[in-house]
């Protein structure tokens, strides 16, 4: 696929390998514009929100104690966490990037992977969005949900996405 007229192209990643595939699809089978401004790919990590502490809180403390405290602690320890995986996500598709002599950049969001992937292609705008499967069959697709599959129908630019490697039983 040669297009030659991308501005912005979006390749969403989330740490899995159909993910990361691709973005190498995306490096390699995409043609940005070389006028200027130059074209450009961007890298998007959605990672969860820190709230998450509150579905965990450990309740109330025994004899007497407040039944709505909240633990700092492990507050900053879920989100420390949280940026570790955010970070080693990142380093993984920048190595793949770096492989292919890309120039790209980041951008990390916070929140409901289906929602903020749509929310910053509409707020670039992107010309493209480019997302792996997880290839899902109709059965867990209805009870996990599809992020590809929302964001295909929910973006306001044209949604690719890369079906990943067929793995032989």
Known sequence: MSTGNLGSVIVAVDGSQQ??????????????????PPGFFIILHVQSPPTIAVGLNPGAI???GPSDLE????????EAHQKRITDAVIKHALEICSQLKANVKTQVVIGDPKE????????LPADLLVMGSHAF????????????NYCTNHAQCPVIVVKGKETPS
């Open 71 to 78: 633990v700092p602690a492990f507050t900053a320890a879920i």
């Open 116 to 123: 903020k992937i749509c929310e910053v292609a509409d707020n």
């Open 137 to 148: 069959g109709p059965i867990k697709r209805m009870f996990l949900g599809s992020v590809s």
């Open 19 to 36: 993910s990361m595939d691709a973005l190498t699809w995306a490096l390699q089978n995409l043609k940005l514009r070389s006028t200027e």
């Open 62 to 64: 025994p004899f007497g």
